[in-house]
């Protein structure tokens, strides 16, 4: 069985630093993978990729003990079970809004008893091993976004439905919703009260919390107040910045 490095670090106590994958490109999955992370979210939802691409990510991202996750475009069972199948080792999934999302989610993810995915984990079973099905329940993680009032209003809930292991905060949606202008960096004292519901109701659970990310200097901030899980950015984001940095170092030289 391969282990869930992600899972172990928050069983030990520890952080994860993840960052999501938007472009459709396997080297640039494989090179984001050697840079340090300790996850890496092929995404889905916003990302530009399809099946056959994630995919090849996901076998990028093997060439390390990076842990390779999906952000899926909604909760879809069909979506939840092709990520998985490809060799996502854990999934997040956008606008769980309701306990009934949660557990729809849940079932969605794990094999009977206690979930109705579907067999035929083809490529998981190259990269977790033969004895992936007997272990899938206990060595898959499930991140529910919150990123709604809906959500907002019952996140206590959802923080405690059995096999969600974590909620993940989608900064910019909830702030269009909570009606400010979409930022991963939200100050607004009324986005501020929502992350701390939100990571109040984690910690009332035993659930990790964690939450999309502007810049280092942010993600270090949510971890000094007790997220687990944070993501800076995306690889096309980063890329454009440190380009934008060399062609304004170089102008500013000439």
């Not at 869930?4 to 396997?26: A, H, I, P, Y």
């Not at 050697?34 to 996850?39: E, I, L, M, S």
Request: glycine fraction near 8%; include cysteine.
């Amino acid at each position: 069985m391969r282990q869930n490095q992600l899972l172990k670090t928050w069983r030990e106590g520890g952080t994860v630093l993840n960052c999501f994958l938007s472009m459709v490109d396997s080297y640039g999955a494989e090179l984001m993978a050697h840079q340090g992370f300790d996850a890496l979210t092929v995404d889905m939802q916003h990302g530009f990729q399809d099946y056959a691409i994630a995919t090849t990510q996901f076998q990028a991202i093997s060439t390390t003990q990076v842990t390779p996750l999906a952000r899926v475009r909604k909760l879809d069972e069909v979506d939840i079970v092709r990520v998985l199948d490809l060799g996502a080792m854990g999934v997040i999934c956008p606008l769980v809004n309701s306990v009934a999302d949660a557990e729809r989610f849940v079932r969605a993810a794990k094999y009977p008893p206690h979930g109705d995915r579907s067999f035929g984990p083809h490529r998981q079973m190259l990269y977790s091993g033969d004895d992936y099905p007997a272990t899938a329940n206990d060595n898959v993680a499930l991140i529910a976004m919150i990123e709604t009032w809906e959500g907002l209003d019952n996140v206590a809930d959802i923080a405690k439905v059995e096999g969600i292991d974590a909620l993940y905060i989608g900064p910019a949606d909830l702030s269009l919703n909570l009606g400010f202008p979409p930022g991963f960096e939200p100050d607004q004292p009324e986005m501020k009260a929502a992350i701390q519901t939100i990571l109040d109701a984690c910690k009332a659970a035993g659930t990790i919390a964690g939450i999309h990310c502007g810049s280092a200097n942010f993600a270090n901030r949510m971890i000094d107040d007790g997220f687990q899980l944070v993501t800076v950015l995306n690889d096309a984001k980063l890329m454009a910045q440190a380009a934008a940095r060399v062609v304004a170092d170089v102008k500013k030289g000439g």
